[in-house]
């Protein structure tokens, strides 16, 4: 069979290993997802046994779009990455550290937020308005003392679930790349890098991980710290669009008091 190839080169010594973990999640998640995933077809490495590329058949379509979609995204899409969704939640867990799969265990997962608050506090706030602060600070306080969501079993996480990583054609989804940053990680972690179009993300919480107004609670949290990355990005790189961008979403993320 004819293919057109995707290569990809480790860019250090991390890269590797990032990249061979991935080879070996992949090898064992594939049968169990509806769409396809890189397949490692060629993995070569020098005799230090350092790997210096891996190759996969192309996957053939595009991103997936997040504008111009009608209002709607296509349902063979949005079917194919709710069965996905539900096919992660179901990856067995003992065979993903049996994999070596990162696991983010419950005070893991508050100590990273609470140690991304000060961050907030220091460079972002003096760009806030007062109001705007204070509304913050309040949500902040609350979200650091909800240790009831933390009880959140966690499932595989793609670890990147974004729309340039979900390639999609006619047929449905082609593929999903990238799942070197994989990890066992809150439920609504596959969920937060999709803000897709007409309510794509509630129907993704109710078919794929039910009902609950936990995993909404983390769900608009994830939401909302997404854009503070960006903007602490932004300060540190000197972007000004990217802080301007940044400053305008995590204003528009913060739930009303």
Not at 13 to 26: F, G, N, Y
Not at 66 to 88: C, F, H, M, V, Y
Not at 210 to 220: C, I, K, M
Request: charged share 30%; net charge positive.
């Amino acid at each position: 069979m004819n293919h057109e190839w995707t290569v990809r080169f480790p860019r250090s010594l991390e890269d590797s290993s990032r990249v061979e973990a991935e080879a070996r999640l992949l090898d064992r998640l594939s049968p169990r997802l509806p769409v396809p995933v890189p397949q490692y077809e060629h993995i070569c490495k020098d005799v230090d046994g350092r790997l210096r590329l891996v190759i996969y058949p192309k996957m053939v379509g595009r991103p997936l779009p997040t504008r111009n979609l009608s209002g709607a995204i296509p349902r063979k899409w949005e079917a194919d990455i709710l069965r996905t969704l539900q096919a992660l939640e179901r990856f067995p867990r003992r065979l993903g550290r049996w994999l070596g799969v990162e696991w983010s265990a419950e005070r893991g997962r508050m100590a990273r937020w609470r140690a991304l608050y000060p961050k907030v506090r220091r460079r972002i706030y003096p760009l806030l308005s007062p109001a705007v602060r204070a509304r913050d600070h309040a949500y902040w306080e609350s979200f650091l003392r909800d240790e009831e969501s933390l009880k959140l079993p966690p499932i595989l996480n793609h670890g990147d679930l974004f729309p340039y990583h979900i390639i999609v054609n006619d047929r449905g989804v082609a593929g999903i790349l990238d799942w070197e940053s994989a990890r066992y990680e809150d439920p609504v972690g596959n969920l937060t890098g999709l803000p897709l179009a007409d309510g794509f993300a509630a129907r993704s919480i109710d078919r794929a991980l039910g009902d609950s107004a936990s995993v909404r609670r983390r769900l608009t949290f994830h939401r909302h710290a997404m854009p503070a990355h960006s903007v602490l990005y932004g300060l540190q790189t000197k972007n000004r669009e990217r802080i301007r961008l940044g400053l305008r979403s995590y204003s528009r993320t913060i739930p009303p008091g």
